[in-house]
Structure formats: C-alpha cells, structure tokens
T-cell receptor, first 111, second 116 residues
Framework: ETGVTQTPRHLVMGMTNKKSLKCEQH?????MYWYKQSAKKPLELMFV???????ENNSVPSRFSPECPNSSHLFLHLHTLQPEDSALYLC??????????FGPGTRLTVL | DQQVKQNSPSLSVQEGRISILNCDYT??????FLWYKKYPAEGPTFLIS?????DKNEDGRFTVFLNKSAKHLSLHIVPSQPGDSAVYFC???????????????FGSGTQLTVLP
C-alpha cells in the first residue's frame, strides 16, 4: 500500500457507541493530522501530531480522542457522539512542514 | 471569522479556456499558500504551493499568483480540461510549529466545472 489509507471508509454509529477511526501513512512522514469536513464548510483542523507529540486543539470536544502510537499510525477514538458530528473525517500526513497528503476519508453518520 | 475565503462557490468554464479561481486571506502572518483539488469520495490532492517570498509559481498548466498587499491569491488553469472538474480548496499556513507540522487553514472551496 502507498500513500495515506483510512479505515473504515463509511461508519454509522449510535450516540452511545464507541468506535475508532484508523489512519496509516506509508510515506515516512513525521507529522499526522485529523481534519473534519462538514457539509458546505471548510476543512477544520482537529488534531496535529508532530514527531508523535500531540499539539493541543482546545476547540475539539472531549468525545473525540486521538492516539498516535507511532509515526505511521493515527487513531481517532469516538465516544457518545452527537448527530452534528456527522461529517467526513480526513487524515493527512506531512514531512518537514511541506504539503500535506490526505487519505480518502471516513464518512461518519451519527444516528 | 474565516481567515481564508473563497467567495465563489462555483465556476463553469469551457474546455480549452482559462479557469481562474480566487482566494482571499486576512491573516498577515500566513507565509505559505497551497491549492488542493478534491474529487467526490476522495481526499484532497495537493496541486501547487507558493511561499510568501514569491509572487508566482508555475507547474505545467497550473499557475498560482500571490498578491501580498491585497492578501489575495489565484489559481490559473490553462487550458482547462474536463478532468479538471473538481472542488478546489485554497489553504494557508504560518511558520511551522512543533518542528515539522503546519497548521493549514482552508477556504470553503470552489466547484469548478469544465464543459466539453
């Protein structure tokens, strides 16, 4: 596999469920990102990991919890989400502040 | 308040003609600008970038122009092809933080349709 992969591609979950999104990059990059894209809104940066250290983003609700076990993998753990959290969640990676490479995204629907 | 704005949600252009997509920003600390293209059901794909020390960058059919005094950048596609039909996002960032990561601020996108 090459580039940035994300699983699952589609996810439907209830408000009381716990689920996780997975991202893997095969590019040897040292920074990884989670973005949220809601309908008709710009991509919003949620979390950044640089050299496996997390940069805090205080505007993200605690029901979203990121995890970066190593430089190639990034997870987004989801717990007690709200319907307004339904969106496309995109993972990206970069090297040395250069352009970011995006995965195909996970389309999340919260019922 | 949005720091990066793409005021045209859509643009239609005839095949072979020039497509011009515009982007305005408000943060004078932005020093690096990028354009991404996005097809349905795919993630954004990097197209072209420009540093604030330049006013033009060219890559094949794609040219990005930066006007720092006006806080405006534009993407020119010449000649436009039907395969260019996609959503185009403008993004901007300040100097990298945390050693290697950049925080990108995106515009809301412009849907380009190239008519055959």
């Amino acid at each position: 596999e090459t580039g940035v992969t994300q699983t699952p591609r589609h996810l439907v979950m209830g408000m009381t469920n716990k689920k996780s999104l997975k991202c893997e990059q095969h590019l040897g990059h040292n920074a990884m990102y989670w973005y949220k894209q809601s309908a008709k809104k710009p991509l919003e940066l949620m979390f950044v990991y640089s050299l496996e250290e997390r940069v805090e983003n205080n505007s993200v609700p605690s029901r979203f919890s990121p995890e970066c076990p190593n430089s190639s993998h990034l997870f987004l753990h989801l717990h007690t989400l709200q319907p307004e959290d339904s969106a496309l969640y995109l993972c990206a990676s970069s090297d040395r502040g250069d352009e970011q490479f995006f995965g195909p995204g996970t389309r999340l629907t919260v019922l | 308040d949005q720091q990066v704005k793409q005021n045209s949600p859509s643009l239609s252009v005839q095949e072979g003609r020039i497509s011009i997509l515009n982007c305005d920003y408000t943060n004078s600390m932005f020093d690096y600008f990028l354009w991404y293209k996005k097809y349905p059901a795919e993630g954004p794909t990097f197209l072209i970038s420009i540093s604030s020390i330049k006013d033009k960058n060219e890559d094949g059919r794609f040219t990005v122009f930066l006007n720092k005094s006006a806080k405006h950048l534009s993407l020119h596609i010449v000649p436009s092809q039907p395969g260019d039909s996609a959503v185009y996002f403008c993004a901007a960032s300040e100097y990298p933080f945390s050693g290697s990561a950049r925080q990108l601020t995106f515009g809301s996108g412009t849907q380009l349709t190239v008519l055959p």
